[in-house]
């Protein structure tokens, strides 16, 4: 158990509407991600943080922001929420000594209608 | 662009049998992890090789590296139900900037 957990754990909204999700983690590691699972896809990376107010873009991250105040907390936003955003969403941690191998959260299911 | 690709992408096989699942990727990496996923829970941490012939055995999975053929390889042998999942490759470029993933492979096991 890597000590993170993600909230909700699953949601239904309206298009249009804004979500986030949270990400906390209680190992005080310094770099976590956000990704998208769908099927036929794996995982791919929206965004990621190298620390506290630290974020950069990943490969899908067009229509998410991300913030991170808080060495334990990074947060994943919806500003408004589209029925192609309907997926699973993982946040990851990595130690980052050398070696950056994740360790997962359980997920968030997203249903937007 | 770093691109993953893993075949098969579905796999029925029976109990007892060996097969393997290939991994290969379009840039230079010596870090290369597997991750299994059971249907409806997170990804679990199989196996990480960080240089060019590793080899890492758990069980009856075993996972290689040969960085200049680009490629990894999980290897089942003598295949028994439990195993039956999805498994991951991925790749780590270098640094903190997230890994990038094959689309997996379905693993399905038959008595």
């Known amino acids: 158990d890597a000590g993170i957990t993600q909230s909700p754990r699953h949601k239904v909204t309206e298009t249009g509407t804004p979500v986030t999700l949270r990400c906390h983690q209680t190992?005080?590691?310094?770099?976590m991600y956000w990704y998208r699972q769908d099927p036929g896809h794996g995982l791919r990376l929206i965004h990621y943080?190298?620390?506290?107010?630290?974020?950069d873009k990943g490969e899908v991250s067009d229509g998410y922001s991300v913030s991170r105040s808080k060495t334990e907390d990074f947060l994943l936003t919806l500003e408004s929420a589209t029925s192609s955003q309907t997926s699973v969403y993982f946040c990851?941690?990595?130690?980052?000594?050398?070696?950056?191998?994740?360790?997962f959260g359980p997920g968030t299911r997203l249903t937007v209608t | 662009e770093l691109k993953v690709e893993q075949n098969p992408l579905f796999l029925s096989m029976q109990e007892g049998k060996n097969y393997t699942i290939y991994c290969n990727y379009s840039?230079?990496?010596?870090?290369l992890y597997w991750y299994r996923q059971d249907p409806g829970k997170s990804l679990e941490s199989l196996f990480v090789l960080l240089s060019n012939g590793a080899v890492k055995q758990e069980g009856r999975l075993m996972a290689s590296l040969d960085t200049k053929a680009r490629l990894s390889t999980l290897h089942i042998t003598a295949a028994v139900h439990d195993l039956s999942a999805t498994y991951f490759c991925a790749v780590d470029v270098g640094g903190a900037d997230g890994l990038t993933f094959g689309k997996g492979t379905h693993l399905i096991i038959q008595p």
């Open positions: 990851a941690i990595s130690t980052g000594t050398g070696v950056f191998e994740q360790y």
């Open positions: 943080s190298y620390g506290v107010k630290d974020t």
């Open positions: 840039t230079t990496s010596d870090r």
């Open positions: 190992e005080n590691h310094r770099y």
